[in-house]
């Protein structure tokens, strides 16, 4: 999902970093891991469209620029061509992790098969992205994204104990947010 980047005062998806843009290396970093599809919900007139078409993304137009996060979640879910598969929710506010730090998250969510989320951490701090149980994206997709519950976070609370799980990454991303572009570089040390 994209947003404005109106801190940043450029597309944060479009600064290029060691040669890719931000988005060519979440797509780099997800790619690996994907049987299923990549959905991209980006603004209408969005300067990412473009940059997302050279690659096998779907790209979804939020229609409501005044939407909150969850109702580009929903756009992306309701999308989705195959049947859901466990999904991976990112923004493109964040660094992507590393592939080995996803496969990690991955690979605890396919050991842990009754879960219906794990949020990675880093030195005890929930991070993203989260990776979410087919279930759990069905179940997200009754909640009416425009009412006070169509947030994720509210809906992660929701779920009992035992259908949640943080797990301990080593990889400072996972926590990491940028708005200007000195966070970012602080970001790759």
Do not use: W
């Not at 947003?3 to 790619?31: A, E, F, V």
């Not at 994720?152 to 943080?166: A, F």
């Amino acid at each position: 999902m994209a947003g404005k980047s109106s801190r940043m005062g450029t597309p944060k998806g479009l600064i290029n970093i060691n040669g890719k843009t931000i988005i060519q290396t979440h797509l780099d970093r997800y790619s690996p891991l994907l049987s299923g599809e990549i959905v991209s919900v980006v603004s209408k007139n969005s300067p990412y469209q473009s940059e997302l078409n050279k690659y096998q993304t779907t790209v979804i137009e939020n229609d409501d620029p005044n939407s909150e996060q969850f109702y580009s979640i929903a756009l992306a879910l309701n999308n989705l061509t195959v049947t859901p598969l466990p999904t991976f929710i990112t923004t493109i506010d964040k660094l992507p992790p590393l592939t080995t730090s996803l496969q990690t998250i991955y690979s605890y969510f396919d050991d842990n098969k009754h879960l219906h989320a794990v949020i990675p951490a880093h030195n005890q701090k929930k991070g993203h992205p989260p990776l979410l149980s087919p279930q759990f994206c069905l179940e997200l997709l009754k909640v009416n994204p425009v009412s006070s519950e169509g947030r994720l976070d509210l809906q992660l609370r929701k779920l009992p104990l035992d259908k949640i799980s943080t797990l301990e990454i080593n990889d400072s991303t996972i926590i990491q947010n940028f708005n200007f572009v000195t966070d970012i570089f602080s970001g790759l040390t």
